[in-house]
Each structure stands twice: as structure tokens, then as C-alpha cells.
């Protein structure tokens, strides 16, 4: 166990850039996931710690050495792979003992290693068949075996949930978390899935184009996105964006400086004026789905609704509103059919606000 | 539906049998005119067997002929040359498909040319380069005009087998503790048996079968191999076939042996690449 020091840390294949100057502290036994669309980095950034990639600048420390010229086999670090990449001409038995007999590790102590995390994943019956004779959800464990009896001092992982179905998906999720808070050991986490990312994660790095745009407990993602791409990535029905020009409200005595939030003709609410926003006052505005009250009595907007999606847990309402798109996420049961008025209403301090231009957060 | 399935049953099987009895059907005229009796071969016109049959062509090519030796000559060089000739390119097969290096287009271009023009027109070169060496009468001479032409189809061939094993499980042992190296012997190589036992099959064959260079490059009977000694059979005013036949017959016995013994690991298949599922 340890902890990871990214510092400055590039990569390119050639002109194209693929890291940008990563920073990143991960303390011992902390469980970070790497979170972002694909081709955005992540994976790279997995490999370079892992040692499969040269790195091109910048320097990795795990604990107090730093690990930029090692072989892969030196640095002490286990990966659990997408494909889980298991030995397909070895048993179970095989591909779990494997590491500890390259190290020339003692019969006993083999043997012994290999049972206990074969019973903590409970595979013992697993233990003489080859990884073609496995389904997937018993693939993934057994590659966490192999990751899990060496003790390393990280563990790294590479979409490893994404070839299994959902429910799989979702039970493993929780054995990885569980197994990891028993063992704490310091992991990394590859992910596409942001809810993955929102309910395994310590902390989150949001990453896009080869830039870690945010990182931050879940929650601070959530709640405080740093900017438009992390906002619309985190969350799940999606962040409502709306185009939407700041409008000084007068100037009163003891009502300094208010702008009003304006789309179409349409007041969403009133903020204070930000001296970031363009001159023109153009901005994106952005409402998490959840934060809209629908049947809101008075000082609400009228909206007609496009499209219903029930969830079971809820419905997602479409509307439209002043010509815009704008999703509303309410678990109340509504009387209510395509094309029907309803009222919405905001609270202006559930409005954020980004630069339409750079995507940057204003407030 | 019924009726139908039997039909196309039947059709499939004739169609079947049609390609194998013409397959066959040299292989079987091998054998028949290797067992007929001289008096018989010419006097009983065409049939499929003759009225008497005799074993006196084997005895005579295996007592009184220079067959064995040939015979020797040609395990030697064919095995040796399969063997060199897999190691090298299960090598460059693997850098090929594992690494990307500066010129790797142009060799694996160039190795393609040599694979582009009729070896007829390098004969002279190659025995003008072999005869100040004394590698011209030498068993050794043929090996390794054999592996450098073997050598680029197959590492083409052991690419294709390492492209088909993905790179993860490389990964993976790497990061299980061990080198490039020990990766390459403990996990690849167990894996791509089917490829390896392809490659030594076809180099074996192959170099089984070559005339051309062993006929010109050795000259003396005591390196000859057996393609070359079956010429031996035709002489100016006859063609003894009964007893070249039979010599045909015993030098398919090894090519039969040698494929009887990797089959397993080639119809195993290129099943081994398939890791998720």
C-alpha cells in the first residue's frame, strides 16, 4: 500500500497530445476513478502508471520512489483488465498463483495466499477449471484473485465491469468497493460510466481531451461542477443547459447589483451580476433536471410537454420551454399526457452558470 | 423438409466424395504401381489393380539402392530446416506483430519481394555464393538456402498467430512480475502451439519436397536427397517405375508421420486467441 504522485505528467504519440500536464495526489488507500467519455485519456493515464506506456513528461511516485523508468514487473502494481485478460491455458488455480511463482514464492505460501482469496471471493469450487469454462461475472472475480494475492501496493483497474449485463454490473460494483475498503489498498479506477464513478469513488477525476477537468469527492462534481463538460457529464438524466442572456436588474438602495436570468422572454430567476459574464450578457444557464418543481401554483413558467419517459422511480419530463429543450425529473405520479401546459418552477441558487464560449463557470 | 435434408445430406457427401477420390487418386496409383510386378506393368493395360501384386520393388529399393541414404539425407535437412527456419520466424513474427520500430515497413516489403520472383533465376547467384564457401555438396548448404527462403512466408504466417492472441495477457504476466521475455515463453508461446505446429509442418513439407536447389547446389550422391534420387530412377533408355514408385511411397511415410503427430495441435485451431466471452 501507498500513495500515487502524479506530477506534470504528459503524453504524446507523435504531434498528437493525448495527457496535458496531469496533476494528481492520490493518498494511501484511497479509491480514485478516472471518469470521462472515450478517448479522453483515461485509460492512457492507467497504462502510464501501470508501465505498459512510456511516459513522454512528468513524474509518477508511488510512495516514496519514483517509478518513471521501471519495468512494469518492478513497480508493484496490479491491473485488472477489461477483458480480464486471464491465462486462457491455465486453471483458475494457475492463473491466481502465477505471480507468486515468478516471485519463487514457497509451495505453502502459494498455496496458502491463493485459498485465502480464493474464500474471500468465494471461487474455492472454481479453483481446477479453465477461464473458458467461467461466465463472465466469475471471469471478473478470479481476475481479482490474481490482482488481489499478490498485495500489491496499488490496484489498478480498466473498465473491468463493462462486458458484464447490468445487474452483474451493479453487484460487482459493490463486492470491488467492499473488497477494497477490507484490503485498503490504494486503487485507481477506469471508467466511461458516471455512475460508476459517482458511487465507488473517494474521489473523481473528470477527464476530457487529455485535460482532468475536475477532481473532487462525488458530490463536489455534483454540486459544484468546475465547468460545462463536467456538468453535462456527471449525472444521470443529464443537466438541462439553456441559452440565456443576464439582464441588470435597477439599481435600488440596498439592492446591489442583481441581474435578472432571462430565456426568451422568460424570467428563470434573478442572481447576483458576475463581472466574468460577456459584455452582451449571454450566458448558459444550467438546472439539474431534479431541482424543477412541476405544478408549481404561481410565479412559475408555462411549458408544454413534448415527451414522457416513466422510470419506475420517476418520470422525465420534456418540455419546452420559450422554444428551448429542458428535461424535469420528479418522482411525484402525474396526471399528465403529451402536449398538455404545465407550470415549472426554479430557485435562482439552483442556477448555474457557464461562459458559452470557453464552458468555464461563472457561478 | 425432411426429404430435403437427406438430399442436400447426400449431395454434400457426393460432392465430398468426388474431391477426395480425385485427391487421392495419384496417391493411390502410387501405391499400385508400386506393387506391381514388372512383367505385369506394361502387359495388363489399365487397372485399377493388378492380378498379382509383389513386394520385390521396396526390397530392392531399400537393400540395393542408395534410397536410404537420400532418404537420411532428406529427414536431415528438412527437419533442421523446419526448426531454424520456425525459430527465426516465430522471432520476427512476434517483433512484427508486438512492436513498431523504424523501417519495419520496408523489411516486412522487402521480405514480401523475395517471396515475388521464380528461384529458377537465382540459382546461379546463390551457387556462385555457395561454391567459394564450400557449402555446394553439403547437407548444410541446402539448410540454409532452404530457411532464408522459408523464413519471410513464415513469419507471416507466425504474425498472423501472434495478432490473433490479444495483447492483454502479455500485459497482464508483465505485470504479474514477469520480463518481455518470460511473458513471451510462459504465456504466448503455450498458446500459439497451433501456429507453431502449422509453421513446421509447412517449412517441413516444403523442404521435403524441394528439387531444384538440391539438384543443382549438390552434385554428389552422399548429399543428395531423396527428390534427387528419385531421378536416379529414370535413366537414359527406361524409367524403372516400379521401383521409383515404391521410393515414392517410403518417402511419403515421414511428411505422414510428421503431420500425424502435430494434427491435434492443428485442428485444435486458432481457438486459443478467444479470451473474452
Redo the contacts between chains.
Sequence with gaps: MAAIRIHDLCKSYGDSEVLRSINLDIEDGEFVVLVGPSGCGKSTLLRLI???EAITSGEIRIGDRVINDL???D?D???V?????????MTVRENMS??LK??GMSKDRIEAAVQAAAEKLEIQGLMERK??ALS?GQRQRVAMG?AMV?EPKAFLFDEPLS?LDARLREQMRYEIRKLQRDLGTTSIYVTHDQIEAMTMADRIVAMHEGIAQQIGTPADLYDNPANLFVAGFIGAPAMNFLDATLVPEPQTPGNASLSRVMVGRERLGTVQHTQAARQDGRVTVGIRPERIVVGAPSSSLATQIDLLEPTGLGTVLHLRLAGQRIKVFTTERLEVGVKDAVSIAIVSSDLLLFDPDSGVRLR | MELQGKWSWALHYFLLAVFVIFALFPLFWLLKVSITPNDLLYGEGVRLWPSRSTFEHYASVIAHSQFPLFFRNSVIVAATTAIFSTLLATAAGYGFSRFQFRGKYWIVGLMLVTQMFPLVMIIAPIFRLLKPLGLTNSLTGLVIVYTAFNVPFASFLMQSFFDAIPKDLEEAAMLDGANRFAAFRRIIVPLTLPGLAATLGFVFTAAWSELLFALMLNSSSATSTFPVGLLAFVSKFSVDFGQMMAAGVLALLPVCIFFVFIQRYLVQGLTAGAVKG
Design positions: 501501470a508501465g505498459l519495468a512494469p514487473k513497480r502494481v496490479a491491473m483488465f477489461q477483458s480480464y485478460a486471464l491465462y486462457p491455458h502465477f505471480s515468478l516471485r477461464p473458458r463472465g490474481r499478490r462486458n
